[in-house]
């Protein structure tokens, strides 16, 4: 297929953005119209997870829009293709949240599915009538996410036949470099017994190996020490399809649609599959947001099962910068996997937020009848057929495009902390009265 980008230097460009007044799609807007000369048409049907109040910096300039449209509405695409004329789209108009999707499948099912379908269909009749210059240079970046993956193997996943084996006994160690486990497939197994590791700089090391622990009590206590487990798989773009939950198979579907409108239309499509994001705008039903703004309140902070769900944690704004340039210098017919290199449990994120607001904002007693933030933080059922990890090869685009993510989870974290203090009256806004961060997709609620 012809591959001419949309890359600087150029005229500038419009983009239609579906979903823009969302979380992501508010960042990418954001960015757009702050970092280069290109307009942007912002489609949006404005669901409980869409807020123009995300936009307020940018409502005003003359390189944006505004339509609000349903993308199940066709009638409506074919007026905003026809009035507009854009030379890309970015499609990020989804229902998002996995725990809604378990109470209520049918409308990720209509906006992820149907939606998609409405809008393929629509964007391909609006560029059979280009002319050949500009059909050359259209594209359709579907935005996706690395929840279609599935889960990968957790360090606590367990297996059996190791190399260096345990039972009923200890493994005491007492030397500088004391336990390297390289390169085997299933190297140290420790049942009914204890692994204990203190006061040592590297202490135990697994490469592309396993650490099982199977039936202790306490199985594994590290003290000022570190675990250091390289080599699980990653997602790739390669890594086989199997979502587990609606959101994650409507998603799913969708990309296969946009795969199929690339093959069999030769209509000029590209996908990105992202991980987790966090950072400013972020609707307060997602973990980070509910968890800061539960804890400034008083509230529990709630922890799926154990907390050791993984996931690749990636700031937003990093995430917009890489969508702009797949949309502009991807090519053609390819899937970008976006991440963080991240990797955090769920009670890793948690405890980090608490420790930060500790510090900048620090309870007064009278009000709050607690010590620390921590000791809101609560253990409730898990989410049924809860993904236990995720974590993405972003090698591709480094390599392709060169981009690479700026923030770390430590920089990252302490900004949206941060920004969520200063920004309290944008999160009593969005919470409209419908949604006051109640647990969502428990089944048996
Ligand atoms: N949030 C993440 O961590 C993450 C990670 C990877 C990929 N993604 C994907 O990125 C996209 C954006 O995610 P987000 O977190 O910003 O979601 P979001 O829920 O914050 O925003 C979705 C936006 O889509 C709009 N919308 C919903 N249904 C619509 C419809 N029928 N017609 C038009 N607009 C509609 C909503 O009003 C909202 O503004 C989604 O496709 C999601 O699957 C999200």
């Not at 150029?10 to 979903?19: D, F, M, Q, S, W």
């Not at 199997?242 to 590209?270: C, Q």
């Not at 007693?365 to 057929?385: A, C, E, W």
């Not at 090869?393 to 949206?416: H, M, N, V, Y």
Request: glycine share 6%.
């Amino acid at each position: 297929m012809t591959n001419t980008n949309l890359s600087s230097p150029r005229t500038p460009i419009k983009i239609l953005v579906t979903g823009g007044a969302g979380f992501i799609g508010s960042a990418v807007i954001r960015h757009i119209i702050h970092n280069t000369q290109d307009s942007v048409i912002n489609l949006d049907k404005l669901t409980y997870a869409g807020n123009l109040e995300s936009l307020t910096e940018v409502s005003d300039n003359e390189r944006y829009v505004f339509e609000q449209v349903d993308i199940c509405n066709r009638a409506e695409l074919d007026r905003v293709f026809k009035q507009h004329q854009p030379d890309a789209v970015m499609h990020l108009a989804a229902e998002s949240h996995v725990d809604r999707s378990i109470d209520g499948p049918a409308e990720f099912i209509q906006t992820n599915i149907v939606g998609t379908y409405n809008l393929l269909e629509a964007a391909r009749a609006y560029w059979n009538e280009l002319n050949n210059e500009r059909k050359q240079t259209f594209r359709f970046h579907h935005i996706s996410t690395d929840e279609v993956y599935g889960d990968l193997p957790h360090p606590s996943d367990a297996g059996a036949n190791g190399k260096c084996s345990m039972l009923n006994g200890e493994l005491n160690d007492d030397t500088d470099s004391p336990l390297s486990i390289h390169d085997t497939d299933n190297p140290l197994n420790i049942q009914n017994s204890k692994l204990n590791i203190q006061d040592t700089d590297n202490s135990l090391n697994i490469h592309n190996s396993k650490l099982n622990i199977h039936d202790t009590d306490n199985p594994l206590n590290i003290q000022n020490s570190k675990l250091n487990i390289g080599s699980l798989p990653l997602f790739t773009e390669q890594t086989s399809y199997a979502p587990s939950s609606p959101y994650s198979a409507s998603k799913a579907s969708s990309d296969h649609l946009v795969r199929a409108w690339l093959r069999t239309y030769g209509f000029p499509t590209l996908i990105t599959n992202c991980s987790n994001n966090y950072g400013p705008y972020h609707f307060p039903e997602k973990l980070i947001p509910l968890v800061i703004l539960n804890a400034l309140e008083g509230k529990p902070l709630p922890i799926y099962g154990k907390g050791d769900q993984i996931r690749d944690w990636l700031h937003v704004e990093d995430h917009a910068r890489a969508l702009y340039k797949v949309v502009t210098e991807g090519k053609i017919g390819e899937t970008y996997n976006i991440g963080g290199h991240n990797e955090k449990t769920n009670l890793e994120v948690v405890q980090t937020i608490c420790t930060i607001l500790d510090e900048l904002a620090p309870i007064k007693h009278s009000k709050l009848n607690i010590q620390n933030y921590k000791s809101l933080m609560t253990f409730v059922s898990d989410r049924p057929g809860h993904d236990r990890r995720y974590a993405i090869d972003a090698s591709k685009i480094a390599k392709e495009l060169g981009w690479k993510p700026e923030e770390t989870f430590e920089t990252g974290i302490r900004k949206t902390v941060q920004w969520y203090l200063d920004n309290q009256q944008w999160c009593k806004n969005v919470q409209d009265g419908t949604y006051q961060r109640e647990r969502l997709g428990s089944i048996d609620n």
